[in-house]
């Protein structure tokens, strides 16, 4: 069982609203990323860091942001929610070597933008 | 463009029985590959990775090849059991660390 939890695991909220979606792991990763998923599709990666004070922007654009001050916590954002950003959002943590690429999932939250 | 292309169709097979589902890529040269299963509404959860060197992996019921030259990747599971229902994503790594998944395909065993 992976040491990362997710924050709120379900969450509805109407159009316009600031919401930040939690994550936190206590294995001690430097490298933590953020994922979209849609029911039945790929997932696409959003945000990645590899260390405090690191973010970058993942393939798929957007519109939250996140913030990397502790290694163990990597908070995403969304300043104005709309109906567009509803999807499954899960976080994700992997070691820090080389040769130990695994990654390791939270529960993801579930994302409702009314 | 990169892309990695697993069965979008359900595989439906029998308790007992042995799953084989397949990823294939194109325009990669991963030094490795990498499978993990979702449970609906979970995240998903590792469960092997091959190096480019390796052939094949086995860990308890499962096995995984992997072909350098046809791109490809099978998985399997053998002996399979209602509770291996579930959908299984490969994936590879595109840049330091940073991993491309496939959209996953969806197993049914069933009694």
């Known amino acids: 069982e992976a040491d990362i939890y997710q924050t709120p695991r379900y969450l509805v909220i109407g159009t316009g609203k600031k919401i930040t979606l939690e994550c936190s792991q206590t294995m001690g990763h430097d490298k933590m990323y953020w994922y979209q998923q849609d029911p039945g599709m790929e997932l696409h990666l959003i945000h990645y860091?590899?260390?405090?004070?690191?973010?970058e922007k993942g393939d798929l654009s957007s519109e939250s942001t996140v913030s990397r001050i502790r290694t163990e916590h990597f908070p995403l954002t969304l300043e104005s929610a709309r109906p567009s950003h509803t999807s499954q959002y899960l976080c994700?943590?992997?070691?820090?070597?080389?040769?130990?690429?695994?990654?390791?999932f939270g529960p993801g939250t579930r994302l409702l933008v009314l | 463009s990169q892309k990695i292309e697993q069965n979008s169709e359900a595989l439906n097979i029998q308790e007992g029985k042995t799953a084989t589902l397949t990823c294939n890529y194109t325009?990669?040269?991963?030094?490795?590959l990498q499978w993990y299963r979702q449970d609906p509404g979970r995240g998903p959860v590792f469960l092997l990775l091959i190096r480019e060197n390796e052939k094949e992996k086995r860990k308890e019921r499962l096995k995984v090849t992997f072909d350098t030259t046809l791109k490809q990747s099978l998985f399997h599971i053998t002996a399979s059991q209602p509770a291996d229902s579930a959908t299984y994503l490969c994936?590879?790594?595109?840049?330091?660390?940073?991993?491309?998944f496939g959209t996953g395909t969806r197993l049914l065993v069933s009694p």
């Open positions: 994700a943590s992997s070691e820090p070597d080389r040769g130990r690429e695994t990654q390791y």
């Open positions: 860091s590899y260390g405090v004070n690191s973010t």
């Open positions: 994936a590879l790594e595109e840049d330091f660390q940073k991993l491309v």
């Open positions: 325009n990669y040269s991963p030094a490795y």
